[in-house]
């Protein structure tokens, strides 16, 4: 069974300019979170898609945006991109909304 | 308080010996406790995890301690490997409309030959 898969792994963008970073999960999953992870920070969540809706955001501002699509594949957008924003941002899929999550391997995004 | 405490950041461990990371928490409402392996360029990897309810989970060389009353939990490796190198995450799940994990600052665990 393929695990996460998550794409472009390495990005690198200019300040000012806006990102959008692609999820695929696990098969027959259908919840898909999305995480940053910094040194200085560590993991911090995102936001959670279930169904097509957003149904958790964390404290990030409105410049972090993310949808799914029916086939339960992700997608989440940085739009006006600050130097802060340079992270490894991960992807993680779940069964249920209360199952164990799976992480993919990461988008690394450079913001110089 | 949605916070949750990792200690040591880092550790060394010998070769055979029994490597021990530690978390505490605050929020009685997290229900479900993972621990995630991660290397160098890859993203967590589900180790182990407990729910409240349970005391202590072992799957082969790893073990989840878990304290309610304290609300600590902890990691132990047993007969420690130089493949188990890696940097080991803590978290806490709490449910609000959807799952959420709250990691801890990671420790990062050689484990010498």
């Known amino acids: 069974k393929a695990g996460v898969t998550q794409t472009p792994r390495y990005l690198i963008k200019t300040r000012g300019q806006q990102v959008t970073l692609s999820c695929s999960p696990i098969s027959g999953h259908r919840s898909v979170s999305w995480y940053q992870q910094t040194p200085g920070q560590g993991l911090q969540f995102l936001f959670e898609y279930f169904s097509e809706t957003q149904r958790n955001k964390g404290n990030f501002p409105g410049r972090f945006s993310g949808r799914q699509f029916s086939n339960s594949r992700s997608e989440m957008n940085v739009s006006t991109l600050e130097l802060g924003d340079s992270a490894l941002y991960l992807c993680?899929?779940?069964?249920?909304?209360?199952?164990?999550?799976?992480f993919g391997q990461g988008t690394r995004l450079t913001v110089v | 308080q949605q916070q949750v405490k990792q200690s040591p950041q880092s550790l060394i461990v010998q070769k055979g010996g029994i490597s021990i990371i530690n978390c505490a928490y605050e929020n009685t409402a997290f229900d479900y406790f993972p621990w995630y392996q991660q290397f160098p360029g890859k993203g967590p990897a589900l180790l182990i995890a407990?729910?409240?309810?349970?005391s202590e989970k072992k799957e082969g060389r790893f073990t989840i301690s878990f304290n309610k009353s304290a609300k600590q939990f902890s990691l132990h490796i047993m007969d420690s490997q130089p493949g188990d190198s890696a940097t080991y995450f803590c978290a806490a799940r709490i449910i609000q409309g959807a799952q959420k994990l709250v990691f801890g600052q990671g420790t990062r665990l050689t484990i010498n030959p």
């Open positions: 993680a899929s779940s069964l249920a909304r209360t199952t164990e999550a799976f």
């Open positions: 407990i729910r409240p309810d349970v």
